[in-house]
């Protein structure tokens, strides 16, 4: 019964450490982040606490996430990925998050579109976009680059 207990500890630990391993390479989602490391909270709560009228989907990184990416811009590297506030409003309301590696920046790009766009007519001509934590130009390239990756963008 000991044996059958110290292992099943071994397990546990084995798969906490695992997915703590999973996170450190891209296999997070921004949903998540918050929950998983106080540093990440920490971060974020800086670059929200001083916007207005932020969504509480946004300020507290909850909704529908995709995978994040291991993403490189001037020099340093990001975790990158999509927020939406649900899956089925994704094309109206949606949120591209950066932090970096270290988890002491964060940034990210808000975009919005007006409910009940006709198919016809193209997202990005219409969408609101609003950035926060204050990135520099290459940033936003890089959140707008991330962005342009969905399909169902154009």
Not at 93 to 99: D, G, P, T
Request: aromatic share 8%.
């Amino acid at each position: 019964m000991k044996v059958m207990f110290k292992t099943l500890a071994a397990a546990l630990l084995l798969g906490g450490s695992a997915m703590a391993m999973a996170a450190n390479d891209g296999q997070a989602r921004a949903n998540e982040l918050l929950h998983s490391d106080p540093q990440y909270r920490e971060t974020w709560t800086k670059v929200v606490k001083k916007e207005e009228r932020l969504p509480e989907w946004v300020m507290n990184l909850t909704g529908d996430a995709e995978q994040m990416n291991a993403v490189q811009e001037d020099g340093d590297k990001y975790l990158v990925g999509p927020l939406c506030e649900t899956q089925q409003t994704c094309l109206n309301k949606r949120l591209i998050v950066a932090f970096s590696f270290d988890k002491k920046d964060a940034y990210a790009m808000l975009v919005e579109v007006p409910a009940g766009l006709p198919a016809d007519k193209s997202p990005t001509r219409h969408a609101d976009y609003r950035f926060l934590g204050k990135p520099n130009q290459g940033m936003q390239d890089l959140l707008m680059e991330q962005l342009k990756k969905d399909p169902n963008w154009y």
